[in-house]
């Protein structure tokens, strides 16, 4: 079946360094891949995503390529600032069906 | 713009008690299921619906039963409550058709549940 993993946390970080948060996926066909974020206290909310090998998915500076060959969905921004503390979700969506599955959760820390 | 609404927020219950979480969403939105959230789990998921009258089962089902009588709404009842149901639930709703191939979920600000 389909799986998503993702790198265990915490990631603790100063403000203006640069993030990197790994993501790998299994999954017959194409399916669609997501990053969730969540802030405390609240639900998720989609951060990107992306629906077909090569794409981008891009927003609020940050940034993940659907990688086919290396089954990969990696978050990347170039500078993160304290606001951008919360747990972030990588998921994925099968082909020709609704379920999303997500991997565990990294729980970023940004200090300022 | 209320979007996807659960109730209640947090609840205690005592082992063997049973209730009910409400959803409820406005956006007309085919698709619904809910998740737990667990401590290094991520979500897993419980229950979905693909429409009113279609419901199927997720990861995690035992203890758990849902219906979908109207397209807004998509309650999940605790029938006998176990201390291993305590965690955080979540319901979310996407559209089915029209917009396939993004699938974006939205999500609800969460239940917090404890079993006692």
């Known amino acids: 079946g389909n799986s998503v993993t993702q790198m265990e946390g915490p990631v603790t970080l100063s403000e203006e360094a640069f993030l990197t948060i790994n993501c790998t996926y299994t999954?017959?066909?194409?399916?669609?891949l997501f990053w969730y974020v969540q802030y405390p206290g609240e639900g998720l909310q989609l951060l990107l995503k992306?629906?077909?090998?090569?794409d981008k998915g891009s927003n609020k500076g940050f940034e993940a390529t659907y990688r086919k060959e290396t089954t990969s969905f990696h978050l990347e921004k170039g500078s993160v600032q304290v606001s951008d503390s919360a747990v972030y979700f990588c998921?994925?969506?099968?082909?020709?069906?609704?379920?999303?599955?997500f991997g565990a959760g990294t729980r970023l820390f940004v200090k300022a | 713009n209320a979007g996807v609404t659960q109730t209640p927020k947090f609840q205690v219950l005592k082992t063997g008690q049973s209730m009910t979480l409400q959803c409820a969403q406005d956006?007309?939105?085919?698709?619904m299921s809910w998740y737990r959230q667990d401590p290094g789990m991520g979500l897993r998921l419980i229950h979905y619906?693909?429409?009113?009258?279609?419901?199927d089962q997720g990861e995690v089902p035992n203890g758990y039963n849902v219906s979908r009588s109207t397209t807004e709404d998509f309650p999940l009842r605790l029938l006998s409550a176990a201390p291993s149901q305590t965690s955080v639930y979540f319901c979310?709703?996407?559209?089915?058709?029209?917009?396939?191939?993004?699938?974006?979920?939205?999500f609800g600000e969460g239940s917090r549940l404890t079993v006692l």
């Open positions: 979310a709703s996407s559209y089915s058709r029209g917009e396939v191939g993004t699938g974006e979920l939205f």
């Open positions: 999954a017959t066909g194409y399916p669609s």
């Open positions: 992306a629906t077909k090998a090569d």
């Open positions: 998921a994925l969506r099968g082909t020709g069906g609704f379920k999303t599955i």
């Open positions: 956006m007309n939105h085919e698709y």
């Open positions: 619906s693909v429409g009113a009258g279609i419901t």
